[in-house]
């Protein structure tokens, strides 16, 4: 989302500079980018020293778009320290689950987030539920901005038909804790057996699914892809009956648009903030028990009548994440930072 807010303000002749710490080149070749990254992954060199030579390069900014920490603290050091005039937009994209812990650390960190508040014009986050938590946590207005759905599903003219899908389960993230990839393995040990010729495919990377990429090595009813592209995901969506959401953490993982963009119902599990998408056994299903995220997924793949039915229903939502609605929200955060 910052490199496609990156694009937009370039093509609006914005004269920008995007720095970040680590950067995948692999994870965004099918992404278009129509600026210079500043990565900081090859230097060798500390993250604090990185802070500092950060702070300093964008002292002349007017504007400092940052998103998770700690480039927060890059941005108010360059206020402090090198007397930068920009107005900064701290854009949070996760819900700090560090601030639940009582470490000395945390609490270190806490204490500096608050300060640094004093120095930050404007909070915003990508989703309602972020928006009450970070009020809550800073006793701050923070302000939404959704993320916006990429071309090639905003503009997907398909049409699946149910009745000629084979029985295939779809899930896609960077698989790292409380990701809670282990219920998408329960899901299928659970339904197996139930439904005929069950398939899994399973994308992307990450420490947690290395585990089941051994246990499963032989079985060919479980397909590990790897990195995919847009198309090959939208392949995937197309011909998948249900995608499978087992996340505990995220504040919006937008894979759930992107799936019911493509017709495909989505069954997620325990996510607060998905209740603002999914209205439950309408356009998707939403639960917090593990019994019944196993009945929602036999459900969409043993009837073809409620399949298509969810399916007309889902395929609605990627309108309200449109790149007009996006700019629309961008123009009033902007306005309300110039008052």
């Known amino acids: 989302m910052m490199i496609y807010l990156s694009n937009l303000l370039k093509s609006k002749k914005n004269n920008l500079n995007f720095y970040c710490f680590s950067y995948e080149k692999q994870a965004f070749e099918d992404i278009e980018i129509n600026f210079k990254i500043n990565s900081f992954s090859s230097w060798k060199i500390s993250k604090i020293i990185s802070l500092f030579l950060i702070a300093y390069k964008i002292r002349k900014s007017d504007y400092i778009i940052v998103w998770n920490s700690p480039m927060h603290f890059a941005s ?3 206020k402090v320290l090198f007397f930068s005039r920009a107005k900064i937009i701290w854009w949070n994209h996760h819900y700090p689950w560090f601030y639940n ?9 806490r204490f500096f987030e608050k300060l640094i508040l004093k120095k930050i014009d404007i909070i915003i986050s990508n989703s309602k539920y972020l928006k009450s938590e970070l009020e809550n946590i800073f006793e701050w207005q ?3 901005l959704n993320p916006v759905l990429d071309k090639e599903f905003l503009l997907y003219k398909g049409k699946r038909e149910v009745d000629k899908l084979d029985n295939i389960i779809f899930s896609y993230s960077r698989w790292v804790k409380w990701k809670n990839i282990s219920l998408i393995f329960e899901t299928y040990e659970n339904l197996k057996d139930k439904i005929n010729n069950l398939k899994l ?4 990377s990450g420490e947690e699914l290395k585990p089941f990429l051994k246990k499963y090595k032989s079985n060919k009813n479980i397909i590990f892809l790897g990195i995919i592209n847009k198309k090959q995901i939208i392949d995937n969506l197309e011909k998948s009956k249900v995608f499978l959401f087992p996340s505990i953490i ?7 648009v992107e799936s019911m963009s493509i017709w495909t119902p989505v069954i ?3 996510a607060p903030w998905a209740k603002e998408i999914i209205s439950n056994k309408q356009n998707s299903f939403i639960t917090n028990n593990k019994k019944d995220f196993f009945s929602y997924t036999y459900n969409i793949l043993k009837s073809n009548s409620l399949n298509e039915k969810i399916s007309n229903c889902a395929k609605n939502i990627s309108l309200e994440y449109s790149i007009k609605n996006f700019e629309k929200s961008l123009d009033k955060i ?6």
Request: glycine letters at 0%.
């Open 76 to 78: 108010v050091i360059s």
């Open 101 to 109: 812990k009582d470490t000395k650390i945390i609490k270190l960190k």
């Open 142 to 144: 923070v302000l939404v």
């Open 201 to 204: 495919i399973i994308w992307w």
């Open 250 to 256: 995220d504040s919006f993982w937008i894979v759930i």
């Open 268 to 270: 997620s599990f325990s």
């Open 334 to 339: 902007f306005l309300k930072l110039n008052k």
